[in-house]
């Protein structure tokens, strides 16, 4: 069973950091891109940030560039968004996801969510 479970949201206020956790089990996690995704009220789910299997790569998204940063620990089958300088405009549930895509021996794509974690940015 592949189960991917945040960790880490809640309350905090304007300029406050947090780090979120997405800890993994049932699939090879080191073969997979990780990707945080997040979801306001009234809002399309958009997507933070991804990281590729060998952490050697990284993509953020211009909103949150300079203050999130992703990074994995291979080990510990666990990916982390580190979110400093949080803005209310950050409030919104946020989503890990892990993704493969593979070509042989035929096409196949893999994407497991997890349930998200509600982080609120208020004062």
């Known amino acids: 069973q592949v189960q991917l479970v945040e960790s880490g949201g809640g309350l905090v206020q304007p300029g406050g950091s947090l780090r979120l956790s997405c800890a993994t089990s049932?699939?090879?996690?080191?073969?997979?891109?990780m990707r945080w995704y997040r979801q306001a009220p009234g809002k399309e789910r958009e997507l933070v940030a991804a990281?590729?299997?060998?952490?050697?790569?990284?993509n953020i998204a211009d909103s949150v560039k300079g203050r999130f940063t992703v990074s994995r620990d291979n080990a510990k089958n666990t990916v982390y968004l580190q979110m400093n300088s949080l803005k209310p405009e950050d409030t919104a549930v946020y989503y890990c996801n892990a993704f493969a895509d593979f070509s042989r021996p035929i096409s196949r794509q893999y994407n497991y969510w997890g349930q998200g974690t509600q982080v609120t940015v208020s004062s």
């Open positions: 049932g699939l090879t996690f080191s073969i997979y891109t």
């Open positions: 990281i590729t299997s060998a952490g050697g790569s990284t």
